[in-house]
């Protein structure tokens, strides 16, 4: 267990907590108006987290083949929970963005692995990067937008609509991700299907 090991276990484990005291924060003693800034400083620990494993995997000489697999994973998972969980109110995500990020990272997934398995080796795309940054920024947006609503000053409406808006962006831009991957290893993804 390497220190980047560790911390993408960590963030893994604050997916769950993220989740639990949106929709239970009573039973965190969380109060309304504080709940974004809770939420806030569990996605900025976690961003973090995804920060500094990286920088000690590198820095340390700690690229594990465990990381390589855990690391993608970790940030997946985690912005896909967020994204859950925002399909409960206040905010009322519609759960259709949900589909389409779980969709694109499974079909992404599933081809790296197998033609892993065949000895293809599809390497991550700058738009993938791009993705991840665009998501992490909606959810940003959404939980900042979440400390006006908690005080009273804009609508759960306004919220949602908010929330449509940055998201439905990520969306977009998540789909086209997934297409430009599919077409740029179209040639490794034929190879792929082609009977051993």
Do not use: H, W
Not at 16 to 36: A, G, K, M
Not at 75 to 90: E, G, K, Y
């Amino acid at each position: 267990m390497t220190i980047p090991n560790i911390l993408t276990i960590l963030r893994l484990l604050i997916n769950p907590f993220f989740l639990l005291i949106y929709i239970y924060p009573e039973y965190f003693y969380v109060t309304p108006i504080s709940l974004p800034f809770v939420l806030l400083g569990l996605f900025i620990l976690s961003e973090l987290s995804d920060l500094f494993d990286g920088y000690f995997a590198r820095r340390f000489g700690q690229v594990t083949e465990l990381g390589k697999i855990l690391d993608p994973m970790a940030d997946s998972i985690t912005r896909i929970c967020a994204f859950l969980t925002f399909t409960q109110a206040p905010v009322n995500l519609p759960v259709l963005f949900v589909f389409i990020f779980l969709y694109r990272d499974s079909v992404v997934s599933t081809l790296r692995t197998i033609c892993a398995l065949k000895g293809y080796t599809l390497a991550a795309r700058i738009s993938g990067k791009i993705k991840a940054v665009i998501q992490a920024l909606a959810i940003f947006i959404i939980l900042a937008a979440m400390i006006p609503q908690s005080m009273g000053l804009i609508t759960e409406d306004m919220l949602q609509t908010i929330a449509i808006g940055v998201v439905g962006f990520a969306s977009l831009y998540t789909i086209f991700s997934g297409v430009e991957y599919i077409f740029v290893n179209k040639t490794y993804i034929t190879r792929m299907l082609e009977p051993a």
